[in-house]
């Protein structure tokens, strides 16, 4: 896999991690379950040091695709960019090279990730 | 939903042989069979959410949890370490039972609530289970867990 690729999709599961330790209503239920989540520092300094391992290029689309849809890569099942719903070119879904170049899906601009079936 | 449902055997491991947080979280996300790079991510996501706050439950149960990009639908993989490791549990107990949870970022996240709080409930009755010591094959670990479940 793309090492840059996989560090965004690190910083992607983080993002959400911290969204949800931040949400009351899943907080909540997390905690009636007897998980805690209380060590955000924590995580906000995974989210910087990852962040510091994306090249300048990659960054500033990465804090684009933050800012336009509060996510920055993309799951393709089937096929289907799961970013905007958009059916991936068969010139790229069908390349050797999937996940091991960095593409962006080219309605959206988001990063893709072809999950592992 | 029940977790005996969902739960298949080769995503079983009765003997965890790690003795830390971080390799009983590697052997368990390898019951997953995913590709190398997914595998690695996947760890990542994991050791932030323990680092988030422990998901040991106590009574001897952890059940690691996170959503990521990497996995297409709801995985569940269960380990068993007889020694029983430290896991920052809220009891102190060693942790000796683990239920890895996984699930794909763009499901409803109800979803995702259900199967952690089906995985939690059944949990705790199987822990105290005195069968439990006794089961060896992951086909027996289903059986017990569906006789729970009924």
């Given at each position: 896999?793309?090492?840059?690729?996989?560090?965004?999709?690190?910083?992607?599961?983080?993002?959400?991690?911290?969204?949800?330790?931040?949400?009351?209503?899943?907080?909540?239920?997390?905690?009636?379950?007897?998980?805690?989540?209380?060590?955000?520092?924590?995580?906000?300094?995974?989210?910087?040091?990852?962040?510091?391992?994306?090249?300048?290029?990659?960054?500033?689309?990465?804090?684009?695709?933050?800012?336009?849809?509060?996510r920055?890569?993309a799951p393709?099942i089937?096929?289907?960019?799961y970013g905007?719903?958009?059916?991936?070119?068969?010139?790229?879904?069908?390349?050797?090279?999937?996940?091991?170049?960095?593409?962006?899906?080219?309605?959206?601009?988001?990063?893709?990730?072809?999950v592992?079936? | 939903?029940?977790?005996?449902?969902?739960?298949?055997?080769?995503?079983?491991?009765?003997?965890?042989?790690?003795?830390?947080?971080?390799?009983?979280?590697?052997?368990?996300?390898?019951?997953?069979?995913?590709?190398?790079?997914?595998?690695?991510?996947?760890?990542?996501?994991?050791?932030?959410?323990?680092?988030?706050?422990?998901?040991?439950?106590?009574?001897?149960?952890?059940?690691?949890?996170?959503r990521?990009l990497?996995?297409g639908?709801?995985?569940?993989?269960?380990?068993?370490?007889?020694?029983?490791?430290?896991?920052?549990?809220?009891?102190?107990?060693?942790?000796?039972?683990?239920?890895?949870?996984?699930a794909p970022p763009l499901g409803d996240p109800?979803?995702?609530?259900?199967?952690?709080?089906?995985?939690?409930?059944?949990?705790?009755?199987?822990?105290?289970?005195?069968?439990?010591?006794?089961?060896?094959?992951?086909?027996?670990?289903?059986?017990?867990?569906?006789?729970?479940?009924?």
């Amino acid at each position: 896999m793309n090492a840059q690729l996989q560090v965004l999709i690190a910083l992607q599961d983080i993002l959400l991690m911290i969204r949800e330790a931040k949400d009351p209503t899943s907080k909540r239920a997390m905690g009636k379950m007897g998980f805690e989540m209380n060590n955000l520092k924590s995580l906000e300094a995974t989210k910087s040091d990852l962040e510091g391992q994306l090249k300048p290029a990659i960054r500033s689309e990465y804090d684009r695709a933050r800012r336009r849809y509060g996510r920055i890569v993309a799951p393709v099942i089937n096929s289907i960019c799961y970013g905007c719903f958009v059916k991936i070119p068969y010139a790229i879904d069908g390349a050797d090279d999937r996940n091991k170049t960095l593409y962006r899906c080219e309605n959206c601009g988001m990063f893709l990730y072809w999950v592992d079936k | 939903m029940k977790l005996s449902e969902t739960i298949s055997p080769k995503r079983i491991n009765l003997n965890l042989s790690a003795t830390t947080r971080n390799g009983i979280l590697e052997e368990l996300v390898g019951l997953l069979q995913l590709k190398p790079p997914a595998r690695k991510a996947l760890l990542k996501t994991l050791q932030a959410r323990e680092e988030l706050g422990s998901t040991a439950v106590g009574n001897g149960i952890a059940i690691p949890h996170c959503r990521s990009l990497v996995v297409g639908e709801v995985l569940v993989a269960v380990g068993r370490s007889s020694r029983g490791i430290s896991f920052r549990a809220p009891d102190k107990k060693r942790v000796r039972l683990f239920f890895l949870i996984v699930a794909p970022p763009l499901g409803d996240p109800g979803d995702y609530l259900i199967t952690l709080g089906s995985v939690a409930q059944a949990a705790r009755p199987l822990a105290e289970d005195k069968r439990l010591k006794a089961v060896t094959t992951p086909q027996q670990f289903i059986h017990l867990l569906e006789e729970i479940e009924e």
